[in-house]
């Protein structure tokens, strides 16, 4: 895949970019381990007020870089702008957080008096440079997410984009040198996916982060784990959305409509398979159907547009196959289910709602990214989680019930790295991220994931005793 700006809503190349060579790339590695001495020592409330400063420099620009990423993967510029803005709160909430997130922590005498020691603390220090191979659906947040908490534990960054994103990367590389960071403290480097694995065997880098595709993480875990580096995964989801006789029906599928087709229906964490109890399946996909036929489709740019064109042209084929296939073996089709008529050479679908799934479907397996949804009807509290477990996917959940004992059975039962009730799956500084399964493993954000690229370590103080004569 060449690096490249192609927008999405008419096919057009607007701008290239050569890779950097296997010597320039060494050089960035260099500068990132030198800065990574410098950039440890500085302290947390210097490394706050430069992630502030950074913050503020996105708030200015963010009308200029929600413009650059809808130009790049076509999301809608409502959307992009707010992407820019909860990337700022987050560096924000990273700043202030980080100290206590990551104070040193002293064991009880009482837990540890047969442990001959005098004192005892466990502290977080920074694992060196990390790599971060990251994906174009949320080309700041995805990012931020990880730079925000990784610089503010003191560790140096050194990103490698999606290569259809690679104005966004470079505006981040700006962005943070502007706001007065050591040069080397974070770098993009432009590369195709071929190079990431000399990066990864680089032993001045220590460790990597990956969100993407099953067979991305696969291929970067297999190198780490030969190289004995740590790796957190967040891979792909196909998110279950369970509606039980108890919920707020209507609520449930308004807001369904949000939780399937959010950027263009091109998220890990938006729900994609509609588990609804028969009492209400009806009045739900009623409900929701007409939800997703009124959709506005068109120019992302326009600020009235709610759907944008995907991504890349292989998106949307790959999006058809399931859709065409599902079809084929017996599924209906409410509304959409194919290209939106008039939209030129753009990369568009319909939002498309499908009823009439089942296992031997495609769609029933693999992972939806555009704006399609699968709706299942369900007889009872245990085929809902039965169904919802039936993926090799478990990044997140939504369940919509108000009986107690439904959400704790929910809760207990559902193979997902998180369940929300009576709302849509979201990411938050403060909530901890990430899947299992084949989702991958580790977390981002929180605590926790502030804490992933550190290296715990204890500190153990015998007695003084007397000094010698």
């Not at 290569?163 to 590389?173: H, I, M």
């Not at 991305?216 to 959305?241: F, I, N």
């Not at 449930?252 to 087709?261: C, F, I, K, P, Y």
């Not at 084949?438 to 500190?459: D, K, N, P, Q, W």
Request: charged content about 25%.
């Amino acid at each position: 895949m060449p690096i490249a700006t192609v927008d999405p809503t008419t096919g057009e190349t607007r701008r290239t970019f050569e890779p950097l060579t296997a010597e320039e790339t060494g050089r960035r590695i260099a500068l990132a381990r030198r800065a990574f001495e410098e950039h440890r020592a500085l302290g947390f409330a210097r490394r706050a007020r430069l992630l502030e400063r950074a913050a503020d420099l996105l708030d200015e620009d963010r009308d200029s870089i929600a413009r650059t990423m809808t130009t790049e993967m076509g999301k809608p510029i409502t959307a992009a702008r707010a992407e820019a803005a909860k990337c700022a709160r987050a560096m924000r909430w990273y700043a202030a957080h980080a100290p206590a997130l990551l104070a040193d922590e002293h064991p009880s005498a009482a837990d540890t008096e047969d442990s001959g020691a005098a004192r005892i603390v466990v502290r977080y220090r920074p694992v060196g440079v990390v790599l971060a191979v990251m994906p174009w659906n949320f080309p700041l947040w995805q990012v931020v997410r990880f730079a925000a908490p990784a610089l503010m534990a003191g560790n140096t960054a050194l990103l490698k984009h999606a290569s259809n994103v690679p104005q966004t990367a470079l505006y981040l590389e700006e962005l943070f040198r502007r706001a007065g960071w050591p040069e080397g403290c974070f770098q993009s480097l432009l590369v195709g996916s071929g190079a990431v694995e000399a990066v990864l065997r680089d032993p001045r880098v220590a460790a990597a982060t990956l969100t993407g595709s099953e067979g991305a993480g696969r291929a970067v875990a297999a190198v780490a784990g030969d190289e004995v580096k740590k790796t957190v995964l967040e891979l792909g989801g196909s998110d279950p959305y369970l509606v039980m006789p108890s919920a707020d029906v209507r609520r449930a599928a308004d807001t369904a409509v949000t939780a399937r087709v959010q950027n263009n229906g091109q998220s890990c964490i938006a729900a994609k398979r509609f588990i609804v109890h028969t009492d209400v399946h009806d009045a739900f996909c009623e409900r929701f159907t007409e939800g997703m036929r009124a959709l506005t489709v068109g120019d992302p740019l326009n600020e009235a547009t709610q759907i944008g064109p995907l991504a890349t042209e292989q998106g949307r084929e790959d999006l058809e196959a399931l859709v065409d296939d599902a079809v084929r073996r017996g599924a209906t089709a409410l509304t959409g289910g194919r290209r939106p008529p008039g939209r030129g050479r753009g990369w568009f679908y319909e939002p498309t709602v499908l009823t009439g799934i089942r296992d031997t479907m495609r769609i029933h397996r693999e992972e939806t990214f555009g704006p399609v949804a699968a709706v299942y009807r369900v007889a009872d509290a245990a085929e809902a989680v039965a169904l919802a477990n039936d993926t090799p996917f478990g990044l997140s959940s939504s369940a919509w019930t108000r009986d107690e004992g439904e959400q704790e059975r929910f809760a207990r039962d559902i193979e997902a790295g998180g369940v929300f009730f009576n709302g849509m799956t979201a990411s938050h500084p403060a909530l901890p991220f990430g899947g299992v399964k084949r989702s991958g493993y580790g977390r981002e954000l929180s605590a926790h994931g502030i804490r992933e690229f550190c290296e715990v370590t204890t500190l153990w103080y015998g007695p003084a005793g007397e000094r010698e004569p």
